[in-house]
């Protein structure tokens, strides 16, 4: 398998809605991450796992909530969010080598906040 | 952190012309440049990357450029095709996995049959 995965393609939610999104990759990539992308915008960082671990959140707001079960899968709990949430959020993982460090991005997610 | 400028914001070329888009970046301790193209709806996809210790690579009608001394790259598309049309991001980062990925801010490039 060589691809990131995405769950759901389109989302729906209301502003005092919980919510999840799904990542998967089975590529065993050590580091993975989300982005939030903006209509005409390039990616923007929001978290970064290495080893299944938090090593970087671009302060972002509490109401988004990462979560790394495992080398294969990342979450992203979604709680109380506002109208300007609204984006294409994607995943994306690669190798923890200073000279492979490639990233490989999922085919987002589509939210959209009432 | 990281700043990267990217330029043209568009262009528009003949099918066939040579298309290119310029970045600069601001950190010297950036030692990697992929660049990544996105058609509309879809995912960035990876087309190419340069590290640091290389001046210059190529695939097929695709090269990457890089010059350290002025912190700049440039992505050389040839033969351009109507397939060759979406938004190009440059992208700079320190290397190693895990590291913050620092996009431009994007280029939508139109082929023209």
């Known amino acids: 398998d060589t691809e990131v995965t995405q769950t759901p393609k389109h989302l729906v939610m209301g502003m005092t809605n919980k919510k999840s999104l799904k990542c998967e990759q089975h590529?065993?990539?050590?580091?993975m991450y989300w982005y939030k992308q903006k209509a005409k915008k390039p990616p923007e960082l929001m978290f970064v796992?290495?080893?299944?671990?938090?090593?970087i959140n671009e302060s972002v707001p509490s109401r988004f909530s990462p979560e790394c079960p495992n080398s294969s899968l990342l979450n992203l709990h979604l709680h109380a969010l506002q109208p300007e949430d609204s984006a294409l959020y994607l995943c994306?993982?690669?190798?923890?080598?200073?000279?492979?460090?490639?990233?490989?991005f999922g085919p987002g997610t589509r939210l959209t906040v009432l | 952190g990281e700043n990267v400028e990217q330029h043209p914001s568009t262009l528009s070329v003949q099918e066939g012309d040579s298309a290119v888009i310029k970045c600069t970046y601001s950190?010297?301790?950036?030692?990697?440049f992929p660049w990544y193209k996105q058609e509309l709806g879809k995912r960035p996809q990876l087309i190419i990357d340069?590290?640091?210790?290389?001046g210059e690579k190529k695939d097929q009608r695709i090269a990457v450029t890089l010059n350290k001394t002025a912190k700049h790259f440039s992505l050389h598309i040839t033969e351009t095709q109507p397939e060759d049309s979406a938004v190009y991001f440059c992208?700079?980062?320190?290397?190693?996995?895990?590291?913050?990925?620092?996009f431009g801010t994007g280029t939508q490039l139109k082929v023209e049959l």
């Open positions: 340069i590290r640091s210790n290389v």
């Open positions: 992208a700079a980062s320190r290397g190693g996995g895990g590291n913050k990925l620092t």
């Open positions: 994306a993982s690669s190798l923890s080598r200073e000279s492979r460090n490639e990233q490989f």
């Open positions: 590529m065993g990539h050590r580091a």
């Open positions: 950190d010297s301790a950036s030692n990697y």
């Open positions: 796992y290495s080893y299944e671990k938090l090593s």
